[in-house]
Structures are given as structure tokens and as C-alpha cells.
């Protein structure tokens, strides 16, 4: 069946780094584009960084531009973000989303919880 499962978030102090990654299974992940989503507590949720099936062409949200990378591997099926210069505002639960750029059919993981203090 589909699956989308992050990992690597957790508690990191401001400054610091994360990195998180989404292994994808059950579907053709090197045909899917790929993107990272956040949702704060009282937030709607927000596009973090998209990269295409290719991983030539990547886009990020203004809010992380410059800190953040979207990669992927389409032979291990999982794409990643690399989280630098973490602010309090980065606070949020992570999401991967896969959509098939043949069908436009979407999936989502179950996130993973990034907390930024010191």
C-alpha cells in the first residue's frame, strides 16, 4: 500500500539544524513531485520547498529561502530537507506530499514534529 513516513525531526535550539526525510513505497515515487508542508498549532498549512521528478527544479516557501534544501533520491525513494539556521517560527509538525505528475492523485505522510527553542 502507499506510504509516506518522515523521520528526523525532533527539538533543536535556534541556530541549529535538522534534517529531515520521507521514504515513500507503493507507488512510482520518480513520477511524483515532491514537497514539504509545516502546520503550527492555530495555523492553516503552508508549502516549505517542492522539487520536480527529476529533482531539476526545486521552489521554496519566502519564509525559508536561503536555509532551507528540498532533495530527493529516486533510487532510494525518499526525498529530504536540509533545516538550517532553525528559528522559533520553524516550529510546526513536517509533512511530505506526493503527487503523481501523470494522474495529479496526491499523498500525504503523517508528519513529523519539529520544535525550535532554547
Known amino acids: 500500500q502507499v506510504q509516506l513516513v518522515e523521520s528526523g525531526g525532533g527539538l533543536v535550539q535556534p541556530g541549529g539544524s535538522l534534517r529531515l526525510s520521507c521514504a515513500a513505497s507503493?507507488?512510482?515515487?520518480?513520477?511524483?513531485?515532491m514537497s514539504w508542508h509545516r502546520q503550527a498549532r492555530g495555523n492553516e498549512r503552508e508549502l516549505v520547498a517542492f522539487i520536480l521528478p527529476t529533482g531539476g527544479s526545486t521552489r521554496y516557501a519566502d519564509s525559508v529561502k536561503g536555509r532551507f534544501t528540498i532533495s530527493r533520491d529516486n533510487a532510494k525513494n525518499t526525498v529530504y530537507l536540509e533545516m538550517n539556521s532553525l528559528k522559533h517560527d520553524d516550529t510546526a509538525v513536517y509533512y511530505c506530499?506526493?503527487?503523481?505528475?501523470?494522474?495529479?492523485?496526491?499523498?500525504w505522510g503523517q508528519g513529523t514534529q519539529v520544535t525550535v527553542s532554547s
Open positions: 507503493g507507488f512510482a515515487f520518480d513520477m511524483c513531485n
Open positions: 506530499k506526493a503527487v503523481s505528475a501523470l494522474t495529479n492523485q496526491a499523498f
